[in-house]
C-alpha cells in the first residue's frame, strides 16, 4: 500500500527557500502571507497491507534515513 | 604513514586530496565507497565533491553506502578521520560529529578564500601548529553549520569546535562569517577529537603559485604528528 511521508523544516531552524518565496510571492501581489515553509513528500509503495504495519516501515525510514530529525519533522499520511 | 581516500559516486575533490597527501609523505591509497574492508590507514579522508549528486540532503546517501561502516568502527576505535566539505557533510549525516549543515544563508554558491581560527590545538589535527589563523579555500552550496541550542552547549563544554570563521587578524565578528554557520563554525570535532569535520579545503593551498602554502603547512605537520 501507499505510504505517504511529508517532511519539513523544524520552526526553529532557518528556512531561506521559503523565505525567497514568501517575498516573490508577494512581488506577485500575494499579500496576505504570515510565512511560507520548503519540505519534502515522498509516496513510498510498501509490500504491505497491513496499514499500520506499512506506516511504521516508514516511520522506520524517516528516522533512519528519509528526514534529519535535528533539523526536520515528518508526518506520515495513509493515502491507498 | 598509510592514508586512504574514499571516491564515492560524485567527489571530485578525491586526487586533490590524494595529491596534497602524497606531496606530504603519505602512502596513500584510494578506496571505492562500495568496498567492504577499509586498507590498514593511519588516516581516512573522506573528500569534497557531490556524492549522490546531493540527493535528499547532501552527504546522506554516502553516510549509508558500505565502506561507511568500516569508516564508522574505524573512528569509534580511535582512528583518525577528516571529512571536508561533503566529506563534512557526510560526516554529520553518520552522527559522527553533531549538528547539520544547511544551504547557506543568502542562498548563493560560494566560491572563494578565507580565513579561519583555529579554537584549540589539543588534538592531533592541530597541535604543534605554531599559527592560528589560516587561508583556506571554500567552495559550498550548504556549508551553513546549525545544531540545536542543547548540543552548542554540549560542543562548546567539550571544546569540540575545531575552527571558525574570520579575518586576517582572527576576528570572528559575525561579518566575516560567509555561510550563516551558528557562530562563525566553520568546522567542528567528536568529543575524542580524533574526527574531524570541515567546510574549508587545506588540499587546495598547497602549493605557492597557485594558491598558497597554509594548507601545506597543515597537511606537513599532520603527518609529523601522526609519526
Known sequence: MKISAIITLKKDVLDPQGKVIHQTLD????????EVRQGKYFEVDVKENDPSKAKRIVEDMCKKLLANLVIEDYQIIETQ | MKSSVITFPGSNCDRDMD??????????????????????????VLPGGFSYGDYLRCGSMASKSKIMQSVINFAKSGGLVMGICNGFQILVETGLVPGVLLRNKYLEFICKNVFIKLDNKDN????????????????HNEGN?????????????NNQVAIYYCN?????EDQFNPNGSIKNIAGIFNKEKNVLGMMPHPERMIDQSLSGEDGSLFFKNLINNIK
Open chain 1, 27 to 34: 512581488g506577485m501581489g500575494f499579500k496576505d502571507i504570515n
Open chain 2, 19 to 44: 595529491v596534497a597527501l602524497t606531496k606530504f609523505g603519505f602512502k596513500n591509497k584510494m578506496v571505492w565507497h562500495d568496498d567492504n574492508e577499509l586498507p590498514k590507514s593511519d588516516l581516512v
Open chain 2, 124 to 139: 592531533p589535527y592541530f597541535k604543534n601548529l605554531d599559527k592560528d589563523v589560516f587561508e583556506f579555500h571554500i567552495a
Open chain 2, 145 to 157: 553549520y546549525f545544531c540545536t541550542q542543547d548540543q552548542l552547549k554540549e560542543i562548546e563544554d
Open chain 2, 168 to 172: 586576517n587578524k582572527g576576528q570572528t
